[in-house]
T-cell receptor
Framework: GNSVTQMEGPVTLSEEAFLTINCTYT??????LFWYVQYPGEGLQLLLK?????DKGSNKGFEATYRKETTSFHLEKGSVQVSDSAVYFC?????????????FGTGTKLQVIP | EPEVTQTPSHQVTQMGQEVILRCVPI?????FYWYRQILGQKVEFLVS????????KSEIFDDQFSVERPDGSNFTLKIRSTKLEDSAMYFC?????????????FGEGSRLTVL
């Protein structure tokens, strides 16, 4: 079955530090890949997505590249801010049509300190 | 911007009581989902719904759970007899037909507390 593995958190960084959150996946077919973000006390928001190999998703200074050869979709940001403190979920959806569910990783909590 | 809305935002109930969580998906979406997140844990798939029937469900979605689309706009999750371990945040989501990316759009969640 499909699965997503994320690096364990929490991750604590100082403001303006470089962020990487690792994500690898196992899937049949050709999945679409996502990063969702959950700010404290809020729901899940789509942060970025990529639908095929070598696509780069980007939003709000975050980016992630779909690497089929390493089955990875690592999230990066060059300079984090306190407002980026949240839980980040890597997710995939099998892209073979129909109504396949989105499968989430366990989430990585990011804490940015001033 | 269209959004998925959920009610109630928070419900407290006694063990054994029935609970109905409501969701209004984005209007042109035809795939609907319920996920749950026990506090501090991963987001778990419960069920997906398409064309007025369940298309997939997880092992969590046992006989105590049911979903319904009673009219053209609402999508509900019913828990027949709540247990302590049903305490969680429940997220409704919807997605578009034919979306190549297939991203889900989530509501803000309904927090269920079972006492």
């Amino acid at each position: 079955g499909n699965s997503v593995t994320q690096m364990e958190g929490p991750v604590t960084l100082s403001e303006e530090a470089f962020l990487t959150i690792n994500c690898t996946y196992t899937a049949t077919g050709y999945p679409s890949l996502f990063w969702y973000v959950q700010y404290p006390g809020e729901g899940l928001q789509l942060l970025l997505k990529a639908t095929k190999a070598d696509d780069k998703g980007s939003n709000k200074g975050f980016e992630a590249t779909y690497r089929k050869e390493t089955t990875s979709f690592h999230l990066e940001k060059g300079s984090v801010q306190v407002s980026d403190s949240a839980v980040y979920f890597c997710a995939l959806r099998a892209n073979s049509g129909g109504y396949q569910k989105v499968t989430f990783g366990t989430g990585t909590k990011l804490q940015v300190i001033p | 911007e269209p959004e998925v809305t959920q009610t109630p935002s928070h419900q407290v109930t006694q063990m054994g009581q029935e609970v109905i969580l409501r969701c209004v998906p984005i209007s042109n979406h035809l795939y609907f989902y319920w996920y749950r997140q026990i506090l501090g844990q991963k987001v778990e798939f419960l069920v997906s719904f398409y064309n007025n029937e369940i298309s997939e469900k997880s092992e969590i979605f046992d006989d105590q759970f049911s979903v319904e689309r009673p009219d053209g706009s609402n999508f509900t999750l019913k828990i027949r007899s709540t247990k302590l371990e049903d305490s969680a945040m429940y997220f409704c989501a919807s997605s578009e037909v034919g979306s190549s990316a297939g991203e889900l759009f989530f509501g803000e969640g309904s927090r269920l507390t079972v006492l």
